[in-house]
Structures are given as C-alpha cells and as structure tokens.
T-cell receptor, first 112, second 114 residues
Framework: DVKVTQSSRYLVKRTGEKVFLECVQD?????MFWYRQDPGLGLRLIYF???????EKGDIPEGYSVSREKKERFSLILESASTNQTSMYLC???????????FGSGTQLSVL | AQSVSQHNHHVILSEAASLELGCNYS??????LFWYVQYPGQHLQLLLK??????LVKGIKGFEAEFIKSKFSFNLRKPSVQWSDTAEYFC????????????FGAGTRLAVHP
C-alpha cells in the first residue's frame, strides 16, 4: 500500500512564526501536492511538484513556499504564519494514473 | 477559471434510502471527473472516475456516477445507503496542463442513520 506520511497531526503556532509541514511518500511517485481543506470550501491546491526541485503554484500560493530536495519528501513552508492560515493541510502524491492521488492523514494547523 | 459546484453541503438519510449527490463543473473542453470520499478519521480516497466512453461509471462499494455532458454534471448515486457510507464526498475535475492537478468541490457531508 502507498503510504503518505505527514509529520504532525496537530500543530499550534503563533502569528509570525515560520512553520514547516513535512510530507513523505514511500512509492517513488513523481508528483506531490499540498492542499488546504476548509469547511465549505473543499480542497484548494497550494503548490505541487512534478519532480525533484521542480514546483508550480496552485490556486492559493500566497504566503506559502515549498521545497522538494528529495523525491520522497515535499515540504510546505509558511514564511510568517497568520491566523487566516489556520486550516487542515493535506499532502498527496501520485504516479501517472490520472486523477488517482494518495493522501496523507492531514495536519490540523492552528495559528494563534 | 474552472470550478466545481456541489449543491448539497449536508445530507441526512436513513439506511436503505437512495442517494444522489449533485456535482456540476464549469469547463467547456474535455474533462476527467472524479469522486473522492473521506470516511471519519480516514484518508481521502478515490471512489470512482470518468475519462471517456460509457457515461455511467461504477466505483467501489456500490457507488456509481453518471456523466451528462450537456448538463456539465457528474452526479453520484447509490440505490441503498448503509450506515458505513457516512462520510464526506468530494467531486473533482482535472484541469488542463496535466500533472494531476485536481480541482475539488466544497464537499458534501453525508450522515446515514440506522
């Protein structure tokens, strides 16, 4: 079974802190994604990566950056956390099969 | 911009009732359509998908969806729901440009009472 592991299930940070969310997949997938999930808004794509060191902005990249130094690891960085970034963050990976993403269990981030 | 609309945010049903969840997308070209499901405490997982061909697609656990191109719709159905179908359901569409960039709807929370 494909496993996508997110480092923290719950995280509480203060406004202005730099926050790192880590995601690791164990199936040698090319593509990795970061989404945020908010009630009533569904999932919105923040960034995705289609290869090591390659990244593209999604629909809501403002206030975020990403890093993919190794194929299995994709990090989401909040440069200066703000309260409106309180959300559930989901990491996903995929190989080539269109539309079949494997999701992690999510990180619930609260910014106070 | 492409978007996906799910009309019902919350649905409550009794076991054995029939289910239909609406999904509409806004994109005039060729689309790939999906339904994902998130059971309580579990990961999001793919329920079913439509690429081309027969517009009626079948997925896991007795779910099916019908693609109606003229209505830009991809509604999810199940003839008889069970308590274990309680979950949140997301409709999604692939945007152009590849790389599996899915656009999701807002989701529908389904609660099935025994």
């Amino acid at each position: 079974d494909v496993k996508v592991t997110q480092s923290s299930r719950y995280l509480v940070k203060r406004t202005g802190e730099k926050v790192f969310l880590e995601c690791v997949q164990d199936m040698d997938h090319e593509n990795m994604f970061w989404y945020r999930q908010d009630p009533g808004l569904g999932l919105r794509l923040i960034y995705f990566s289609y290869d090591v060191k390659m990244k593209e902005k999604g629909d809501i990249p403002e206030g975020y950056s990403v890093s993919r130094e190794k194929k299995e690891r994709f990090s989401l960085i909040l440069e200066s956390a703000s309260t409106n970034q309180t959300s559930m963050y989901l990491c996903a990976s995929s190989l080539y099969q269109i539309g079949k993403l494997f999701f992690g269990s999510g990180t619930q981030l609260s910014v106070l | 911009a492409q978007s996906v609309s799910q009309h019902n945010h919350h649905v409550i049903l009794s076991e054995a009732a029939s289910l239909e969840l609406g999904c509409n997308y806004s994109y005039g070209g060729t689309v790939n359509l999906f339904w994902y499901v998130q059971y309580p405490g579990q990961h999001l997982q793919l329920l079913l998908k439509y690429f081309s061909g027969d517009p009626l697609v079948k997925g896991i656990k007795g779910f099916e969806a019908e693609f109606i191109k003229s209505k830009f719709s991809f509604n999810l159905r199940k003839p008889s729901v069970q308590w274990s179908d309680t979950a949140e359901y997301f409709c999604a569409v692939i945007r152009s440009g590849g790389y599996n960039k899915l656009i999701f709807g807002a989701g529908t929370r389904l609660a099935v009472h025994p």
